[in-house]
C-alpha cells in the first residue's frame, strides 16, 4: 500500500499524478517533438509526460528549465540546487526537495549539508555562502518583495559575484513556480 510522504527525506518519492500521464504510443508529432528535449538525460519522467498534454508550455518549459539549472558559468550547479532545495521546503514540496536535495550530495559527494538543512530549515549551521544561498532562497520564496538590497549585500559578502546572485534568482523563481505547479498536478507517495 502506499503512502503520502509528508516529510522532507532525499529518499526520493515517488511522483503519483492526478492527470493521465501521455501515452507515447497515441502522442501527437508534435507532443513527440516538445519531448524532444528532456530535463535530464534520463528517461521521461511522468510528470514531463503529464506537461505534454499542453504543448506549447512544454516546447517553452524543458529549455527554460534547462537554460537555469544546467547551463556554464555563474552558480555552480550544486548551489543552484540549494536554491531549488530552499523554495521547495518554503513552497512544502517534498517530491522537488528530494530530488534537488539528492542532486546537491550527488554532486558534492556530502550529505552533511542536506542534513542539516532537512533538520533546522534556516537555522541550519552550515558554511557562510551556502546560508547566504539558503537564507535568501527561502526569502525570495516567502515573499519576493521583501528581498532587499540588505539581501543581495549579504549575498556578494559571502562571495558571489552578480552573475551567481542572478543564477540563484532564476533557480529558486523557478522552483517557486515548479512547487506550485506539482502540488496542483500530483503528489509524493511512498511505496
Not at 509526460?49 to 555552480?76: I, Q
Not at 559527494?109 to 542539516?116: L, P
Request: charged fraction near 25%; hydrophobic fraction near 40%.
Amino acid at each position: 500500500m502506499s503512502r503520502i510522504v509528508h516529510e522532507f527525506t532525499t529518499d526520493i518519492p515517488v511522483w503519483k499524478p492526478y492527470v493521465k500521464p501521455l501515452d507515447l504510443t497515441e502522442a501527437s508529432p508534435e507532443q513527440l517533438d516538445a519531448l524532444k528535449i528532456t530535463p535530464s538525460n534520463t528517461k521521461v519522467s511522468d510528470y514531463v509526460l503529464v506537461l505534454a498534454h499542453d504543448v506549447e508550455t512544454l516546447k517553452h518549459r524543458t529549455p527554460l528549465f534547462n537554460g537555469v539549472m544546467y547551463n556554464k558559468g555563474g552558480l555552480s550547479r550544486a548551489e543552484r540546487e540549494i536554491g531549488a532545495v530552499g523554495a521547495s521546503i518554503v513552497n512544502r514540496c517534498i517530491y522537488c526537495a528530494a530530488v534537488h536535495a539528492g542532486r546537491y550530495n550527488q554532486l558534492t559527494k556530502d550529505e552533511t549539508v542536506i542534513d542539516a538543512i532537512f533538520a533546522d530549515g534556516v537555522d541550519a549551521e552550515i558554511e557562510p555562502r551556502l546560508k547566504a544561498i539558503l537564507d535568501f532562497s527561502v526569502k525570495l520564496s516567502k515573499c519576493p518583495q521583501d528581498a532587499n538590497e540588505d539581501d543581495m549585500q549579504a549575498l556578494v559578502d559571502a562571495g558571489l559575484a552578480r552573475d551567481e546572485i542572478l543564477d540563484l534568482i532564476l533557480s529558486t523563481a523557478l522552483f517557486g513556480w515548479a512547487n506550485r505547479l506539482m502540488h496542483t498536478l500530483g503528489e509524493p507517495i511512498a511505496e
